[in-house]
């Protein structure tokens, strides 16, 4: 059985819990979920693809409730947790620069949102550059630290966007 770490479910078709799925194993041994009858599917290496079932292979999700963590975070904080859910994994200065912000203020939140675990830091290997910037453009990762949302932040920044 899976656990929520090796999953994500795809944005192109948004797969629910009352779609019939499938996934395939991604470059970084993520299982990416689509709905079954997904176009993107028609592209992937059939070698890498898997039958999935929701009972077996996913923890649903459960209902979030706002926490004092979650109260404790300012609009900053939240468009920081918006910007790495729509671009994926990314670095301070590209945030700093796409939320106009100082690149000061971008490591101190990046450094505030890790220590709550709403983000971790990516370690150093092959990864997808800017996600729906560049397409299929794979760097070595160095220089920069990268990040990406933690499952706790994805869970966060979709609460407040669907609730603000």
Known sequence: MKTREDYTLAKCCSPTPDDIIKGYYSHDNIIKVHKENCD?????????????????VIEHDQEFEPDDLYRSLEAIDFKVLSHHLEFGIDYAHVVARKQNISKQEAFEIHQKLKEKNLIDRVEPKIIQYRKGIVENKWIKHRNHTYYQLTKQGEIYIKYYLTNK
């Open 40 to 56: 993107k599917l028609d592209n992937i290496d059939q070698d890498r693809l898997i039958k999935l079932n929701w009972d077996d």
